[in-house]
């Protein structure tokens, strides 16, 4: 059974495999990426039954795609191939402080999804499907898509991470994304992202203008994250401090660990420990999902009193020091 369902882009990944600015690079690093599947493979890794729904291309880059997603354990019966469009593909540079990316994406395999692969969700008949902003921008069928996996009634639940990428949305409307987040269930963005959605990075604020989600995830960066949810009062939840190596992939990696605890019924200091725990893992590595850390690390820190847990620094092999 599929517990979470990603439906979404794809894409196999370069990165400098040598020390140097990248216009030097020689010898470089394949290996794959984009938000939904980030967060199928993190899931899997948490030990959360996952699959990822969407298309590739008919080449070298599709296959390495789809087969390193199922030894990751995540359930690719959903994808497809497309003969005509190649696997889109993006290119970055690894640095703690940002990773500059240039995507190579234009009529690829994933912009031309559209909303037959509802079908696809039916059959595999996930308790929650997982969403993102960047899909609805690739092409106005990929729109289409994430409108019908919204529409209502549905069967499954829907979690819609709004990933605001501007060059994708420029000069269109960033109330295209306000509207699609409003028909989710459980919402998360970061208050840089809210800004320019919705004009306001303020939890309260957010809310009145978010009200139907019932949960909402704000994420602070490095300071930490609060949840609102329907009848609780709102949770701010600091964020551990972290030896960071690379900041790409840690808002899919939070949403991943954070879906995780949720599904399991956890309580909101847990489901949002767990979010910056997985945020962490991924932090901590070159890639853009890393392994999760070993389990008793996270069990101590889960437990953990608050001293305890705002003392914690993760840092390279796992290690915490207070």
Known sequence: MVEVLCVGEAMAVFAPAEPGPAHAVRTWRRTIGGAESNVARALAALGVPSAWAGAVGDDSFGRALLAELAADGVDVTGAYTDPAR?????????????????????????????????????????RLVHLSGITPALSPGCHDLVRALLATPREWLVSFDVNWRPALWAGRDPAEVADLAAQADLVLTGDDEAVHVWGTGDPGRLRELLPSPATVVL??????????????APVFEPAPAVDVVEPVGAGDAFAAGFLAATLRGEDARTRLRAGHL?????????????????????????????????????????????
């Open 86 to 126: 190649p696997t889109g593909l993006y290119v970055k540079e690894s640095a703690a402080s940002g990773s500059p990316m240039r995507y190579y994406r234009g009529g690829s395999a994933a912009s031309a999804m559209d909303p037959s692969l509802v079908s696809t969700v039916d059959s595999l008949a996930p």
């Open 278 to 322: 997985q945020a962490a893992a991924t932090l901590l590595t070159h890639d853009d999902v890393g392994r999760p850390l070993p389990s008793d690390v996270v069990a101590g820190l889960l437990r953990a009193d608050d001293p305890a847990w705002a003392a914690a620094r993760l840092s390279g092999e796992a290690t915490v020091r207070g």
């Open 219 to 232: 994420k602070h960066g490095e300071r930490g994250a609060t949840l609102l949810e329907h009848g609780s």
